[in-house]
């Protein structure tokens, strides 16, 4: 597809009217939403909590009890604790499996109650820490082949997940999963079905200043080197093939997958699910909420506007040498849809886009 295609891919006619709609979602604006109607009666996707395998009606009814966005943190922790408490009566009966999958419904519930929580680092740090405690001791029963991993990065341990396929060659290509910001290795590990029936090994990883790694790690655009770590744990591990390893990042883990597959040879391939490709020409009209969420996980607006210039790609792509796959979302209004159409419009001899026009953000 040549760059002008890739910039004339069809798009939602309300984008830019959405876009320009969303600077209204100021916090007050939102809550006298949520008071007339509930986060329930609302046009909220559920498909990441659907993607999380959270049952529908656990969904549900934690949206129906968010009245303001103070309640989002306050209902999705009363329902993980129906969970656990669903878990434990599972366990007393001797349904071990049952028990377990109620449980890790529940850390996935404290994972989701984190993502509104802005102006308390204090218990975004404690939602995180029960998140990943109670994800990790479910692992043994419903994932017994996954292994919990650490891959070095420079003076640090970054924490992840290694799941291998039963089929295919061996050693096994590696799939390396890159969250966003707000996701974490817990939520991008349960993708990994599709690329284990394929023979792909998948490791899924929180990356600095993400998931686990953000209760000791600051968010950083000065950590492409990342990939020396996974590289020699690929090399270290009989079942990995260290020359087949590609890059996966959703939203600005797609952003760091390029930047690291740019600077770095022996990555084979990437793929970019709804990356920013250059935020600083799009960030100050973007809607206050995400204004507000990146400056609570990075400390500061000034650390946000430093972050958007360090992971831009427009001076990077050049360097890019192996396949690039970007997946766009028409419907996006946390970054422009235009931005995976500029992403491939600059190496179009490289890229392959796949374009979802209704999706929105991380193609939910």
């Known amino acids: 597809m040549t760059p002008e295609a890739m910039l004339a891919v069809?798009?939602?006619?309300?984008?830019?009217?959405?876009?320009?709609?969303?600077?209204?979602?100021?916090?007050?604006?939102?809550?006298?939403?949520?008071?007339a109607r509930s986060a329930a009666g609302l046009p909220i996707s559920r498909a990441r909590f659907q993607a999380m395998g959270l049952p529908d009606d656990a969904i549900v009814a934690a949206l129906r009890r968010v009245r303001s966005l103070a309640?989002?943190?306050?209902?999705?922790?009363?329902?993980?604790?129906?969970?656990?408490?669903e878990s434990r009566r599972h366990g007393s009966e001797g349904r071990a499996h049952e028990a377990a999958l109620a449980q890790r419904h529940a850390a996935l519930c404290y994972h989701a109650a984190h993502l509104f929580v802005f102006d308390d680092p204090k218990k975004m740090r404690a939602l995180r820490a029960t998140a990943t405690t109670l994800y990790?001791?479910?692992?043994?029963?419903?994932?017994?082949?996954?292994?919990?991993?650490?891959?070095?990065w420079r003076t640090a341990l970054l924490p992840g997940y290694l799941a291998r396929p039963r089929v295919g060659p061996r050693p096994a290509p590696l799939a390396v999963m890159l969250n966003g910001v707000t996701t974490a290795k817990e939520e991008t590990l349960l993708w990994m079905m599709p690329l284990l029936a394929q023979g792909i090994a998948v490791l899924a990883i929180d990356w600095p200043g993400t998931g686990e790694a953000g209760q000791t790690l600051a968010v950083t655009a000065n950590c492409d080197d990342i990939t020396d770590g996974i590289v020699a744990h690929a090399r270290d591990d009989a079942g990995l093939d260290?020359?087949?390893?590609?890059?996966c990042g959703?939203?600005?883990?797609?952003?760091?997958?390029?930047?690291?597959?740019?600077?770095?040879?022996r990555i084979a391939a990437v793929v970019?699910?709804?990356?920013?490709?250059?935020?600083?020409?799009?960030?100050?009209?973007?809607?206050?909420?995400?204004?507000?969420?990146?400056?609570?996980?990075?400390?500061d607006r000034a650390t946000v506007d430093a972050l958007a210039a360090g992971f831009a790609l427009d001076s990077i792509t050049e360097r890019l040498?192996?396949?690039?796959?970007?997946?766009?979302?028409?419907?996006?209004?946390?970054?422009?849809?235009?931005?995976?159409?500029?992403?491939?419009?600059?190496?179009?001899?490289?890229?392959?886009?796949?374009?979802?026009?209704?999706?929105?953000h991380g193609a939910y």
């Open 242 to 247: 260290a020359t087949r390893i590609a890059l």
């Open 250 to 265: 959703v939203s600005l883990g797609g952003s760091l997958a390029v930047r690291c597959a740019a600077l770095d040879r």
């Open 321 to 360: 040498r192996c396949p690039l796959l970007a997946v766009g979302a028409g419907h996006d209004l946390m970054v422009p849809p235009a931005e995976s159409r500029r992403l491939c419009a600059d190496i179009p001899e490289l890229s392959t886009l796949i374009w979802y026009p209704t999706a929105g």
């Open 136 to 152: 990790a001791q479910t692992v043994p029963t419903l994932m017994p082949t996954v292994t919990r991993v650490e891959t070095v």
């Open 10 to 35: 069809p798009t939602w006619w309300m984008t830019l009217l959405g876009w320009r709609a969303s600077r209204l979602l100021t916090r007050r604006r939102v809550d006298v939403a949520l008071r």
């Open 272 to 299: 970019a699910v709804t990356p920013p490709y250059k935020a600083e020409r799009w960030l100050p009209f973007a809607n206050p909420l995400l204004i507000e969420q990146l400056t609570a996980l990075s400390g």
């Open 71 to 85: 309640d989002w943190d306050v209902a999705w922790i009363g329902v993980a604790q129906m969970l656990l408490a």
